[in-house]
């Protein structure tokens, strides 16, 4: 399975959906057509804006990091944050709000635990560079990388539940290695949580 | 390709039957002039209503015979543009109270025959939507692909999608804001001071006295452009130019924005009524759809069916983008198909009438999705 389809998977048909970083609205097109979603997205890139009106998604032009008040407590059955929080100023308060707006959220993460990525950093002594963390450290957006463990420890932190989980290799597809040892073989992970 | 609509021609409307008001007044009969571009297609499901703002009219684009000057949004109406006239058949009225044909207070009163003047009732966005339905009839269309405007536009636009939600697929509402707030409806108050107590004013009746309170619209026209333009743009169309190499020691326009302003100031008080200036702004000051839900602007959205995109401008200080925010969050709290763009522009709430390219972009895309 792909990350679309974990998600599809683990939300029901027709559910109302927040997406916090929607981008170009690949995720939310999907699941209003396939999934009889009725879809919303946040996004700040106005290319990607336009992308998304041009599909029809409802979007709205919005700053994550400047604040999520505008959206009432509980007010989507799901919200999804999709390779999102790495980027903000403040993932912690990020990750309280998703699950303050959604009855249950989704989010996706890049691992910074990933086997190549510790070797790299150990063996050349510089940040990796890799095909998911493409940028130079002084040049990137992701500003606060976290591993599996990190993440996790974090949702614990804030009482935040994990309900599901699964762990993606570096082709998007699920496998024995990065299921048996996440932290090290996974470059992506999606969790299913709520509070 | 984008290109210019070419020459156009007003045409004129009679609404026949009794038009009740908001104020409880009514009108026999309402005339109304209007413009259209572009073919409706043969189930009609090709029309876009465009809403003027204070001081427009229902010359929104292309050109008048043997006049240089394009319509108000030309620069986004026509083939290939953000309004594609190739593809949409594009309607924009002058609103009844206005000054350009339509029924207003330099109108001939036909149970009096005299002009209207001071006597032509307080009207309000709701009339204004109510007219523009009665025009939509008359037109044959009974659904319009989308309604738009920008500023004191954008209000009308708004107000179809709840009076008329079966009556419009789509709102564009650019630049506005759910009501006034007490520094815009303080700007409108000196400009209605300036009008009121122009000597020339003759309580409203100057058009029977053959007076004209030019000094006073004069005015009133100078102070509201100021809150037009961004402090940005004033700085850098004007800084602190002077017209002479060296200050005069006197009072006559040394500052080039003096002069601007003061040539803005003459040319709109040449062409616009004074009486139909105060009504516009009074129109502006009540605009408040939340009002009859005890402040909930999300129960005034209720009834909305229509896709909704809502668009600002970062630099707009008059309708800056917290207010249209304010109407984007209601649209979500009453989960209603809303769309939000905020352009970086720098030209201030006339922003909504340049074609930046992210704008249009965004506007094309809602009205062709």
């Known amino acids: ?195 | 390709m984008s290109d210019s609509i070419g020459t156009v021609k007003a045409q004129k409307v009679t609404l026949e039957g009794e038009f009740e008001l908001e104020c409880g007044q009514s009108f026999n009969d309402i005339e109304l002039v209007y413009e259209t571009y572009g073919a409706l297609n043969a189930d009609a499901t090709n029309a876009i209503l465009i809403c003027h703002a204070l001081s427009g009219n229902h010359h929104a684009a292309g050109k008048y015979e043997n006049e240089d000057k394009p319509g108000w949004w030309d620069s986004l109406i026509g083939p290939g543009k953000a309004v594609d006239t190739n593809k949409f058949f594009v309607v924009c009225p002058n609103n009844i109270g206005g000054c350009h044909g339509s029924l207003g207070p330099s109108s001939i009163n036909h149970d009096t025959g005299d002009y209207y003047g001071p006597d032509f009732p307080i009207i309000t966005v709701r009339d204004w939507v109510n007219s523009q339905a009665k025009l939509s009839d008359a037109l044959g269309i009974e659904k319009w692909h989308a309604v738009m405007g920008g500023s004191l536009g954008g209000m009308q636009a708004l107000e179809w999608s709840y009076l008329f939600p079966k009556r419009i697929k789509k709102a564009g509402i650019i630049a506005a804001a759910p009501k006034l707030s007490a520094q815009n409806i303080a700007f409108n108050e000196v400009a209605r001071q300036a009008i009121l107590n122009d000597p020339d004013f003759e309580g409203g009746r100057y058009l029977d006295k053959s007076k004209y309170p030019k000094q006073g619209l004069k005015l009133a026209r100078m102070v509201g452009h100021i809150t037009y333009l961004s402090e940005e743009a004033m700085r850098s169309k004007f800084g602190r130019e002077l017209k002479k190499e060296k200050l005069n020691f006197g009072y006559d326009a040394e500052f080039e924005i003096e002069s601007y302003l003061r040539y803005q100031g003459d040319v709109f008080s040449e062409s616009f009524d004074a009486n139909t200036y105060l009504l516009m702004t009074k129109i502006l000051d009540y605009f408040d759809p939340a009002s009859n839900f005890e402040g909930k602007l999300v129960n005034a959205f209720e009834s909305i069916e229509a896709q909704l995109l809502v668009v600002s401008f970062s630099t707009d200080w008059r309708f800056a983008p917290e207010r249209s925010k304010e109407i984007v969050n209601a649209l979500i709290e009453a989960k209603k198909n809303v769309s939000y763009l905020e352009i970086d522009s720098p030209h201030g709430h006339d922003s909504f009438l340049f074609a930046n390219e992210n704008y249009v972009k965004g506007l094309s895309a809602f009205l062709e999705n």
């Not at chain 1, 591993?147 to 762990?167: A, H, P, Q, R």
């Open chain 1, 1 to 195: 399975m792909n990350t679309i389809e974990v998600i599809k998977n683990w939300i029901d048909k027709e559910s109302q959906v927040l997406d916090l970083g929607c981008g170009d609205g690949e995720i939310l097109n999907i699941l209003s057509k396939e999934w009889g979603s009725t879809v919303l997205g946040v996004e700040i890139n106005q290319d990607d804006i336009n992308k998304c009106i041009q599909s029809g998604l409802n979007v709205i032009h919005q700053n994550i990091d400047e604040g999520l008040e505008n959206f009432s407590d509980s007010s989507f059955d799901i919200v999804i944050m999709s390779q999102t929080i790495q980027v903000l100023k403040e993932p912690k308060k990020a990750l309280q709000e998703v699950t303050r707006i959604g009855n249950e959220s989704i989010v996706t993460i890049p691992n910074f635990g990933y086997w190549t990525t510790r070797i790299n950093l150990l063996l050349s002594g510089k940040m990796p560079v890799t095909g998911t963390l493409p940028s130079a450290w002084h040049d990137t957006d992701n500003i606060h990388l976290c591993t599996i463990k990190d993440f996790e420890n974090l949702c614990s932190e804030c009482e935040i539940d994990v309900i599901e989980k699964c762990f993606f290799n570096k082709f998007g597809k699920e496998s024995i290695l990065a299921k048996v040892a996440p932290n090290l073989f996974a470059t992506t992970a999606i969790y299913k949580i709520s509070k």
